[in-house]
T-cell receptor
Framework: ETGVTQSPTHLIKTRGQQVTLRCSSQ?????VSWYQQALGQGPQFIFQ???????GRGNFPPRFSGLQFPNYSSELDVNALELDDSALYLC?????????????FGPGTRLTVL | AQSVTQLDSQVPVFEEAPVELRCNYS??????LFWYVQYPNQGLQLLLK??????LVESINGFEAEFNKSQTSFHLRKPSVHISDTAEYFC???????????????FGKGTKLSVIP
């Protein structure tokens, strides 16, 4: 069973640019959640996708958006980047969207906004 | 709204000594509780979780945590730590009765455990 992978590992962008981060879930996992982890903080929930539809969202503006594909891959898109968007972005996959479904995390993408 | 407080940002401890990492949560509803561990340059890994039943839960590598509803705590303990336990530990909570068919984990800020040889 393969784990959760993310790409790229590191990324540097400038303010105002757009970025796409990618995640490959474990096979059979139809739910993916995205988290933002700022330096020195715990991860914060951005949103969750279940069977290719958004299925819950945290306190993040609409410029954070996502896609989930049938092949267990997903994307997090951030438009109009701001300096405060600099963080580690984590995706987590699970069999389903229930509280009892364990989330398996990828290693993250480190985004730096200059 | 839920919140998680991890009272210690860093905990140094000598090898083979016991350790306790503290976690308190605030929630207006019933919750599920989790501990995740993050080794350097790696993603979060689930260490243990409390869903229901016995309030004492154990992991395969010797950690245990006890759910205390009256004190709204879920402290993590290990009787004897090893060098390999050096990592950052995150306590997390989810709403047991979200009803929306989705759930989000609310994390604490983490506790860095450093095991000293």
């Amino acid at each position: 069973e393969t784990g959760v992978t993310q790409s790229p590992t590191h990324l540097i962008k400038t303010r105002g640019q757009q970025v796409t981060l990618r995640c490959s879930s474990q096979s059979g996992h139809n739910t993916v959640s995205w988290y933002q982890q700022a330096l020195g903080q715990g991860p914060q929930f951005i949103f969750q996708y279940y069977r290719e539809e958004e299925n819950g969202r945290g306190n993040f503006p609409p410029r954070f958006s996502g896609l989930q594909f049938p092949n267990y891959s997903s994307e997090l898109d951030v438009n109009a980047l701001e300096l405060d968007d600099s963080a580690l972005y984590l995706c987590a996959s699970s069999l389903g969207p229930l509280d009892t479904d364990t989330q398996y995390f990828g290693p993250g993408t480190r985004l730096t906004v200059l | 709204a839920q919140s998680v407080t991890q009272l210690d940002s860093q905990v140094p401890v000598f090898e083979e000594a016991p350790v306790e990492l503290r976690c308190n949560y605030s929630s207006s509803v019933s919750v599920y509780l989790f501990w995740y561990v993050q080794y350097p340059n790696q993603g979060l890994q689930l260490l243990l979780k409390y869903l229901s039943g016995s309030t004492l839960v154990e992991s395969i590598n010797g950690f245990e945590a006890e759910f205390n509803k009256s004190q709204t705590s879920f402290h993590l303990r290990k009787p004897s730590v090893h060098i390999s336990d050096t990592a950052e530990y995150f306590c997390a909570v989810s709403d047991r009765d979200s009803g929306a068919g989705s759930y989000q984990l609310t994390f604490g800020k983490g506790t860095k455990l450093s095991v000293i040889p």
